[in-house]
């Protein structure tokens, strides 16, 4: 699978969670053997409460 497209990203993070995706994301970097430095920076937030006010409401 190739992590070209971010949406792939962002699904293997949904799917196992944030910790579980960043290490297979990792895991996957290191087995193809990337030479470069590798940093994935990743949130999660939780929120019920209302995230826009309409100007009209």
Do not use: C
């Not at 699978?1 to 949406?7: E, H």
């Not at 895991?27 to 937030?45: L, N, P």
């Amino acid at each position: 699978m190739s992590y070209q497209n971010p949406v792939l990203i962002f699904d293997r993070l949904r799917t196992n969670g944030i910790d579980q995706g960043v290490t297979d994301l990792l895991q996957r970097v290191k087995a193809k053997k990337v030479r470069d430095s590798t940093t994935i920076v990743s949130w999660e937030i939780n929120h019920s409460g209302e995230t826009t006010i309409p100007s009209d409401g």
